[in-house]
């Protein structure tokens, strides 16, 4: 669901990215007050956990579309939602920056809709709702379950209002929703599972963390390093092999991009702020869809046309690039979330000295 800049107007994303810079600020100045040294690591290495684990995307059954973790609620539970918020809005700035995976002016938009509506909505509203004080496995798989679903169904709901008052015309409001929303919720079943399964994990290993994350008060003295190690190996795995694996079926937002126009990109403004932001992009992007570049996108092709020539082609597909992109995106945004998080607490100890 990262929208690409070609769906949003100067105006639209100006007025999102002003929004996600409050929300970023206000997460920042509620979690240094509380955070806890215990923290900063997971933060860290579920930054890298939520990086790789978006690269595998898996196929929705008998609708020629994909999904992917957004992960959102998951850091929500784990971190508590202004952790939750920081660590995906990192996550979301490394793949706009460095592997073109969403649009620099689209970026306040994405990270609104894939960690604002999970962290500061569906977690407080929903999950915590249903799962209480006493976690218990069913409650969890309940509160995981509801609170992804309306998470993704929110923020899926929020990419069509801002196409929508962007005045993209070619995409109508009426076919759009009606193709976003039951897309989103095959895929936010998925979430909602993927969800359960680790922070039931989580909670019986460590029940401490669901604790910190819920009242944010500092945490005896634990040893997460087993769980971090794990966190760590499957980033590593995931970014540098599972995600040969990934579904080449376009994603929920292409698919339904696709279904109103008939291709699942639309054409992005050559000149004015479009065009600026996307020749940054291309500068800065070392690894543009998290591999190497295509001789044919040297060449000038558009990406459209050159998967033709991708039909028939073997899968998985074990490609170095992609492997090199996975473990990279993941290592530069554990460094990211973990320098914020030791940056906030530096701060606030200097700030009460």
């Not at 700035?93 to 809709?113: K, R, S, V, Y």
């Amino acid at each position: 669901m990262h929208m690409a800049d070609a769906l949003v107007s100067p105006a639209v994303g100006g007025a999102m990215w002003a929004a996600t810079a409050g929300l970023t600020v206000y997460s920042a100045k509620k979690l240094q007050k509380d955070l806890d040294e215990h923290k900063v690591p997971l933060m860290g290495v579920l930054g890298a956990f939520i990086f790789a684990a978006q690269m595998i995307n898996f196929t929705i059954p008998g609708t020629g579309s994909s999904g992917h973790l957004g992960g959102g609620m998951l850091l929500a539970i784990l971190l508590g939602p202004y952790a939750a918020f920081l660590v995906m809005a990192s996550v979301l700035t490394i793949q706009a920056l460095f592997f073109a995976d969403g649009g620099l002016l689209a970026l306040g938009c994405n990270i609104f809709n894939l960690g604002f509506f999970p962290c500061f909505i569906a977690y407080p509203f929903i999950y915590k709702k249903i799962v209480g004080e006493k976690a218990a496995q069913g409650r969890i798989l309940l509160g995981a379950m509801a609170a992804a679903i309306i998470g993704l169904q929110l923020g899926a709901f929020g990419v069509v209002l801002e196409t929508l008052f962007s005045g993209i015309s070619e995409l109508t409001f009426s076919t759009f929703v009606l193709l976003m929303q039951p897309i989103h919720l095959g895929i936010g079943i998925v979430e909602g599972l993927v969800t359960a399964a680790v922070v039931s994990f989580v909670w019986k290993a460590h029940p401490e963390i669901l604790t910190l994350a819920k009242t944010s008060t500092p945490a005896k003295k634990h040893s997460h390093a087993p769980l971090l190690l794990g966190l760590a190996l499957f980033a590593l795995v995931a970014g540098g092999m599972l995600s040969w694996f990934a579904s080449t079926h376009p994603d929920g937002l292409e698919w339904s991009v696709k279904g109103v126009t008939g291709k699942e990109e639309l054409e992005s403004s050559k000149g004015g702020v479009h065009g600026a932001l996307a020749w940054i992009q291309e500068k800065l992007s070392f690894l543009p869809d998290y591999d190497f570049q295509k001789p044919e996108e040297e060449k000038g092709v558009k990406p459209e046309e050159s998967q033709e020539g991708k039909k028939g082609e073997a899968w998985p597909e074990a490609s170095a690039g992609k492997s090199l992109a996975g473990i990279l995106g993941a290592a530069m945004t554990l460094l990211l979330v973990g320098a914020i998080g030791l940056g906030l607490r530096r701060y606030y100890a200097q700030s009460k000295g």
